[in-house]
């Protein structure tokens, strides 16, 4: 399935990466991040579906902002863009804590909402998991995560990073457009496992 991002999405996503730099208290990151996940589900006969994603290498944006008890508590986010078969983008948002190891060397870490949201779009019908053919689709999907890293300190304000984070989640909802009208569906006995390390750089403020 081929998907076509029109300008108004790019320049929307551009917006919103320089939004989040802007607010970017105490890192900005730019991370290569490895994507892999397992989805079970079952359909209206309830018949069992299992989907894997092989690792894919994904783009990251990730901002810690540490603002409290001299930078070791706050809050964090990532959002990871996803191209693949259909583009879909990854966000989570949460509580951060901080530790310093030695002068070079901290960590960081903590939990989170995790939601995921994708567009599949084809000049032909597709077929989503409910067996139903549609022309686009709209699927947003949620639940919780963790994350952790090791952060690097090169020079003052340059640094590398290397961590990971898992998430869990326990619903979606596909948004279909059927003919000329568009409908909501939850996936029945929804559950998704995936596994996220990363590699990449951050900018200290």
């Known amino acids: 399935m081929v998907v076509k991002m029109g300008k108004k999405i790019i320049v929307s996503l551009c917006l919103l990466f320089s939004l989040e730099t802007a607010f970017a208290f105490s890192d900005a990151s ?12 079952s359909d209206i006969n309830d018949a069992l579906h299992r989907e894997k994603i092989s690792p894919l290498m994904n783009l990251d944006f990730s901002n810690y902002n540490l603002l409290f008890l001299k930078k070791h508590i706050g809050f964090f986010e990532h959002i990871n863009l996803h191209f693949a078969d259909d583009f879909f983008m990854e966000f989570l948002v949460g509580p951060a804590i901080g530790v310093s190891l030695s002068p070079r060397l901290s960590i960081q870490g903590g939990l989170a909402f995790h939601f995921i949201v994708g567009c599949s779009d084809d000049d ?82």
């Open 124 to 205: 032909v019908n597709a077929v989503s998991s409910w067996g139903r053919s549609f022309k686009k689709a709209v699927n947003f999907q949620m639940g919780f995560s963790n994350d952790f890293q090791l952060k690097i300190h090169i020079v003052k304000f340059f640094n590398v990073l290397a961590g990971f984070y898992f998430s869990i989640d326990f619903l979606r909802v596909e948004n279909l457009q059927l003919e000329d009208k568009w409908n909501s569906l939850y996936t029945k006995d929804f559950k998704s496992f995936s596994l996220s390390p990363y590699f990449g750089v951050c900018f200290s403020f």
């Open 30 to 41: 730019v991370l290569m991040n490895f994507f892999m996940s397992r989805t079970d589900y």
